[in-house]
């Protein structure tokens, strides 16, 4: 975020996805937790999202929306540093090793299976369709698996190819490590999913209230994560309060 200075140890790290979430929400409830994001000192912001860069670069530019200090972006498979908007070589390194340039071996894997309309934006390490949920069989997934890769369904729209063992969770979690930061003051949040694995990494989060039914399903004993009455960013900022991630300063 632009202003004001950073404090030194955020007291909030954010790591939430946008469609639904961040981006949820009726208007007046997102111009809250925004506001509420800028006027702290102590907030460390990062998008989680499948999401490309060119689509981010132009959200942040629009009025009132906060600057992510950093992004997570393609499904767990890009890493971003908003203050060069250049990729983080010391996280990329692996996924890029992981995937190993197989796009077009994807491609050609998957080029006659029925229910996939690839999806017309390109993407560095990983591969992404459009999904019928009535047509996909699972004998393709299993040609993604012993391929090598993963795969992720969500939404009943969104299928993707990703390098094996990367996706928005572990992505998240090698940040926090190469940061250093401090795993108790991360929330993280999602409503789809391709959310699932942030739920997965055991940190503090919040599935907003207008969650996939899925995704409910799927994270149904985790006691770490809040099941939100608020939707999107109503539901972030319901979070926040829940698990006292507050600013301590101006509740006071």
Do not use: C
């Not at 949820?24 to 907030?43: I, K, M, P, T």
């Not at 600057?67 to 983080?88: F, K, N, Q």
């Not at 799927?218 to 939100?228: E, K, L």
Request: glycine letters at 8%.
């Amino acid at each position: 975020m632009n202003t004001p200075a950073k404090h030194s140890t955020p007291g909030l790290i954010l790591a939430t996805d946008l469609d639904g979430t961040f981006l949820g929400g009726s208007e007046a409830q997102r111009r809250a937790l925004y506001q509420a994001l800028q006027q702290r000192d102590d907030v460390l912001l990062i998008f989680v999202t499948g999401r490309d860069i060119d689509f981010l670069r132009e959200l942040v530019e629009q009025p009132g929306m906060p600057r992510p200090d950093l992004i997570i972006g393609d499904v767990g498979t890009s890493v971003w540093d908003t203050a060069t908007w250049e990729p983080i070589e010391a996280l990329e390194q692996d996924i890029r090793a992981l995937w190993n340039e197989a796009n077009a071996r994807v491609l050609e894997l998957l080029a006659d299976e029925p229910g996939l309309t690839l999806q017309p934006t390109p993407f560095r390490h990983r591969v992404s369709y459009y999904y019928d949920p009535q047509q996909l069989r699972q004998e393709t997934l299993r040609k993604v698996e012993d391929a090598g890769f993963d795969w992720l369904l969500s939404a009943d729209t969104f299928f993707d190819v990703l390098p094996r063992g990367v996706q928005k969770g572990p992505t998240l979690l090698r940040l926090i490590e190469r940061l250093e930061l401090a795993a108790e003051r991360v929330l993280v949040a999602g409503d789809t999913l391709n959310d699932l694995s942030l739920f997965k990494t055991g940190l503090k989060g919040v599935a907003v209230g207008n969650s996939e039914p899925k995704l409910l399903e799927a994270i149904d004993g985790f006691d770490w994560v809040h099941r939100a009455r608020g939707e999107g960013a109503a539901g972030i900022a319901e979070a926040i309060h829940h698990f006292g991630l507050h600013d301590e300063e101006r509740t006071a």
